[in-house]
């Protein structure tokens, strides 16, 4: 079935620092790919997606692009702040099959002054 | 747009007792969902609703728990009885299309 591979951390980066988590996927087909961020105790938020091959999706200075052919959808951002601390989880929803999100495990980072 | 509405907030119950989580999605979407979440399992989906009509309940861990959706603004998760290790944060979900949007999510304690 469909799942979703990413960077579990936790991870710890300075204020400015560049950050990168990875996330894989495997589905048939061109899946929609998501990336969701949960700040603490709050609900998921979608953050950034991108729905077919060589599409960016792009919010708040986070990039991720959608590879088909190395299944990824790495999420980048140039330069951190305290407030992206938080939870982020990549997702995939299946190409007209399933309403369902298939979530990785999520990745916790902090973020220092 | 007031975005997903969960109710209660926080639970706190004792073993044995029912607990009833409540959940108006968007107003206009279709596709409702329950996650549950805990620090051991993550994010797990229990069960999801299509115009109203259960499509997949195969994460429902066990009979004690039960999901209805009576209309398109209202949906209901119910453990009965409930245990210790229900104890976990449990989010709603909505969507019309690709995009979900979730709610703030109920926190239970179940002692």
């Known amino acids: 079935g469909d799942s979703v591979t990413q960077m579990e951390g936790p991870v710890t980066l300075s204020e400015e620092a560049f950050l990168t988590i990875n996330c894989t996927y495997t589905?048939?087909?061109?899946?929609?790919l998501f990336w969701y961020v949960q700040y603490p105790g709050e609900g998921l938020q979608l953050l950034l997606k991108?729905?077919?091959?060589?599409d960016k999706g792009s919010n708040k200075g986070f990039e991720a692009t959608y590879r088909k052919e190395t299944t990824s959808f790495h999420l980048e951002k140039g330069s951190v702040q305290v407030s992206d601390s938080a939870v982020y989880f990549c997702?995939?929803?299946?190409?007209?099959?399933?309403?369902?999100?298939?979530f990785g495990k999520g990745m916790k980072l902090t973020v220092n002054p | 747009d007031a975005g997903v509405i969960q109710s209660p907030r926080h639970e706190v119950t004792e073993m044995g007792q029912e607990v009833t989580l409540r959940c108006k999605p968007i107003s206009g979407h279709n596709s409702l969902f329950w996650y549950r979440q805990t620090m051991m399992r993550g994010l797990e989906l229990l069960i999801y609703?299509?115009?109203?009509?259960?499509?997949?309940d195969s994460g429902m861990p066990e009979d004690r728990f039960s999901a209805k959706m009576p209309n398109a603004s209202f949906s209901t998760l119910k453990i009965q009885p409930s245990e210790p290790r229900d104890s976990a944060v449990y989010f709603c979900a909505s969507s019309r299309g690709r995009d979900e949007y979730f709610g703030p999510g109920t926190r239970l304690t179940v002692l």
């Open positions: 991108a729905t077919k091959a060589d």
């Open positions: 997702a995939l929803k299946s190409q007209g099959g399933s309403e369902k999100l298939v």
């Open positions: 589905a048939t087909g061109y899946p929609s």
């Open positions: 609703f299509n115009n109203n009509v259960p499509i997949d």
